[in-house]
C-alpha cells in the first residue's frame, strides 16, 4: 500500500513540474472581463500598424511604418520581451480594415494597434478591436465621428478634421479673402467630412459656398466636376481627399477655366509625392499640415529617419511624428500595465485599454500628449503651408 502512494505521490509531482508553477496561477488581474495577453519566452508583443502599403496611396503607410520601426527600436522591451511591428495592408478602405483586424485579433501576442491610418478603414476596424479588448492609437484617422461613437479603445494624436477645417475656412477667408468659395472631395469619410466642415465654417464667417463637387478616387480625368465648379467663378478651389486625386486636379484645373485661382487641400494631400505629380502647376497650392516646431528631438528624430530610409522625415507624408509618438505612447502604456509571472508576460487586456485612455503628459516628439474622456489625445493642431518654387514652405 506504501508503495502504491509512493508511486502516486511521485506522479502527481512529475505532473506539477511539467505543467510548471507559472501555469498553475494567473495574475489576478487576468481575471477580469477581458483576460490577459499572455506572451511565452521567445515570443513576441506584437504592435500592429494598419495602412495603404500598396497603390496611389502606399507612402502613407510606406512612411508612417517607417517612423514607427525607428519608435519600436528607440524604446526598447517590455521586461524582457521584445516588441515586433506587425504591418498590414489595409488599403485604406473599409473592407481592408476589417479583414486586417480580425486577422491581427486571431493572435494571442497582438495587443495594440497603432492605426488604422485611414477614417474609413479605422470606422471599420474599431468595433472588432472593442471586443478583442485592443487599444488604439491612430497617428493620422482624423474623422470627427470617430471619437463620438462611443468607443473605449479608439484613440488618436492627430488633431481632428473639424479643427483643421475651421482653421482652413479661417485661413480662407481672413488671410486670402477669399468669399465664394467652391468644394471638392473624394467621398470618402475623410474627404467629404473635411470638406463639409470647410463649407459650413466659410458660410458662418460670411463666405459664399459656391459649389460642393464629389469626385471618384482613382481616375484621371476630373475635367467635368472641375467645368462645374468653373461655372460658378469662385475665388478659390478647397478639396478634401487625398494627394493622387489632388494632383490630377491641380493639373487640370486651367484647361478647365479654373487658371489663377487658389487651390488648397488638407492633410492628405501634403507630401513630396504630390509636388512630383504636378510639377510647376503646383505653384501657390496651399495644405494643411502637422509639422511639429523644430526642437532638438525633432532635430534627432529627423536626423535617424534620413540615415535609416535615405529620405527627409516628412516628405512622404505629414505623419511622420506622430506615427512615431503613437507607437511609443502605447509601449509606455503596455510598460505601465505588464506583469511577470514565471516564463510567461501577462499583459492585461482591461488594464491596458484604461492605461491608453489615461495617458497624460506623454512627451512625445510631436507635442505632450494627454487623452481626453472620448480618446482625443491630439499633441498639435495644423499648420498651413504652401507650395513656392516646388517645395512646401510655411504660408505665412
Keep these: 500500500m506504501k508503495k502504491v502512494l509512493f508511486v502516486l505521490?511521485?506522479?502527481?509531482?512529475l505532473v506539477l513540474a511539467a505543467c510548471g508553477p507559472s501555469a498553475a496561477a494567473e495574475p489576478d488581474a487576468c481575471k477580469?472581463?477581458?483576460g490577459c495577453a499572455k506572451i511565452a519566452k521567445g515570443q513576441t508583443v506584437?504592435?500592429?500598424?494598419?495602412?495603404p502599403m500598396t497603390g496611389d496611396y502606399s507612402q502613407f503607410g510606406i512612411d508612417m511604418s517607417n517612423a514607427m520601426k525607428l519608435a519600436v527600436a528607440d524604446m526598447g522591451d517590455v521586461q524582457g520581451w521584445k516588441v515586433e511591428l506587425a504591418v498590414e495592408d489595409d488599403g485604406g478602405g473599409a473592407e481592408g480594415g476589417a479583414a486586417v483586424s480580425n486577422k491581427l485579433v486571431a493572435d494571442t501576442t497582438f495587443v495594440a494597434m497603432a492605426g488604422h491610418a485611414f477614417?474609413?478603414?479605422?470606422?471599420?476596424?474599431m468595433p472588432i478591436y472593442e471586443k478583442a479588448g485592443i487599444p488604439m492609437m491612430s497617428p493620422s484617422a482624423t474623422n470627427p465621428d470617430l471619437t463620438s461613437k462611443g468607443s473605449k479603445v479608439f484613440n488618436r494624436s492627430a488633431f481632428t478634421d473639424t479643427v483643421q477645417g475651421q482653421g482652413a475656412a479661417k485661413y480662407l477667408y481672413e488671410k486670402l479673402g477669399v468669399r465664394k468659395l467652391a468644394l471638392m472631395h473624394d467621398g470618402s469619410d475623410y474627404g467629404q467630412g473635411l470638406a463639409n466642415v470647410v463649407k459650413e465654417t466659410f458660410i458662418s464667417?460670411?463666405?459664399?459656398?459656391?459649389?460642393?463637387?464629389?469626385?471618384?478616387?482613382?481616375?484621371?480625368?476630373?475635367?467635368?466636376?472641375?467645368?462645374?465648379v468653373a461655372s460658378t467663378n469662385p475665388d478659390a478651389l478647397y478639396f478634401g481627399g487625398y494627394n493622387a486625386e489632388a494632383a490630377v486636379l491641380v493639373n487640370q484645373m486651367a484647361q478647365a477655366g479654373l487658371e489663377g485661382k487658389v487651390f488648397f487641400g488638407g492633410d492628405g494631400i501634403y507630401g513630396k509625392d504630390f509636388l512630383g505629380k504636378v510639377g510647376a502647376n503646383g505653384e501657390g497650392v496651399y495644405s494643411a499640415t502637422l509639422i511639429p516646431p523644430g526642437t532638438e528631438a525633432i532635430k534627432k528624430f529627423n536626423e535617424a529617419y534620413k540615415t535609416a530610409y535615405g529620405t527627409?522625415?516628412?516628405?512622404?507624408?505629414?505623419?511622420t511624428w506622430n506615427s512615431y509618438d503613437a507607437i511609443g505612447a502605447l509601449i509606455s502604456a503596455i510598460k505601465s500595465v505588464a506583469i511577470v509571472q514565471g516564463d510567461t508576460l501577462y499583459i492585461p487586456r482591461g488594464a491596458l485599454v484604461a492605461a491608453v485612455r489615461g495617458l497624460k503628459d506623454y512627451q512625445g516628439i510631436s507635442g505632450v500628449i494627454t487623452c481626453q474622456e472620448n480618446g482625443e489625445c491630439n499633441a498639435s493642431g495644423p499648420v498651413f503651408y504652401i507650395v513656392k518654387n516646388g517645395e512646401w514652405v510655411p504660408a505665412q
Design 32 to 34: 477580469a472581463e477581458l
Design 119 to 125: 477614417s474609413g478603414a479605422t470606422a471599420a476596424a
Design 312 to 319: 527627409e522625415a516628412g516628405v512622404l507624408s505629414a505623419y
Design 9 to 13: 505521490m511521485l506522479v502527481a509531482m
Design 205 to 228: 464667417l460670411g463666405g459664399e459656398a459656391v459649389a460642393f463637387e464629389a469626385v471618384t478616387p482613382g481616375e484621371s480625368d476630373y475635367s467635368a466636376p472641375l467645368a462645374a
Design 46 to 51: 506584437k504592435i500592429g500598424y494598419a495602412g
